[in-house]
């Protein structure tokens, strides 16, 4: 029961570093999506994709990308690092909008000097 | 836009003590609300839902009513255990929306 599975779990950047952070489920979602962490703001949406192909933007977009290139993945990516990047981001799919729960990973904490 | 509102944490009861976290949203339409909880060290899981006004939901000995005249979606537990120690978001969507609007999170701590 893999679920919704994220690499890595940790990770420190330098500032300006790049990395990408892959989220896989075997749950055949068409909707996927990923989320930050931060102390006192809840989960805030970055970016979203409705199906293989698509990307859309979340809340706060600015500083990330993403690619859902397979139904199965969808990457988050960091072209080059800012501190205000630390944070917990979570990746979630869901079989369809709306009244679908969401199922999580269990996060990967990165960390930017 | 959109919002949710939760009581601020942390919340530290004593084992077997009444629970209550309070939820408000703010939103045009009438939205479908949950609540996720979050265990130590993992991904935020549904714990319940509604979906429409006067709607209850329950898990788990959790319950939370959606009330439309007051926007609110309190969650409620009799009687709270050491594992029910985590933190939990309240949560809402609409029907045809494509993702969840959540709140700031509320820390449980339950003590023995």
């Known amino acids: 029961n893999a679920g919704v599975t994220q690499t890595p779990k940790f990770r420190v950047l330098k500032t300006g570093q790049s990395m990408t952070l892959l989220c896989a489920q075997d749950m055949n979602h068409e909707y996927m999506y990923w989320y930050r962490q931060d102390p006192g703001m809840g989960l805030r949406l970055i970016h979203y994709?409705?199906?293989?192909?698509?990307?859309a933007k979340g809340e706060v977009p600015d500083g990330y990308n993403v690619s859902r290139l397979k139904k199965q993945n969808f990457l988050l990516g960091l072209e080059s690092a800012a501190p205000s990047q630390t944070s917990v981001y979570f990746c979630?799919?869901?079989?369809?909008?709306?009244?679908?729960?969401?199922?999580f990973g269990n996060g990967t904490r990165l960390t930017v000097t | 836009g959109d919002s949710v509102t939760q009581m601020e944490g942390p919340v530290t009861l004593s084992e077997e003590a009444f629970l209550t976290i309070n939820c408000t949203y703010t939103a045009t339409g009438y939205p479908s609300l949950f609540w996720y909880v979050q265990y130590p060290g993992e991904g935020l899981q549904l714990l319940l839902k509604a979906t429409k006004a006067d709607d209850k939901g329950s898990n788990k000995g959790f319950e939370a009513t959606y009330r439309k005249e007051t926007t609110s979606f309190h969650l409620e537990k009799g009687s709270v255990q050491v594992s029910d120690s985590a933190v939990y978001f309240c949560?809402?969507?609409?029907?045809?929306?494509?993702?969840?609007?959540f709140g700031a999170g509320t820390i449980l701590r339950v003590k023995s």
């Open positions: 979630a799919s869901s079989y369809e909008a709306g009244l679908s729960p969401l199922h």
């Open positions: 994709s409705v199906g293989e192909g698509t990307t």
């Open positions: 949560a809402l969507s609409f029907i045809y929306g494509n993702k969840l609007v």
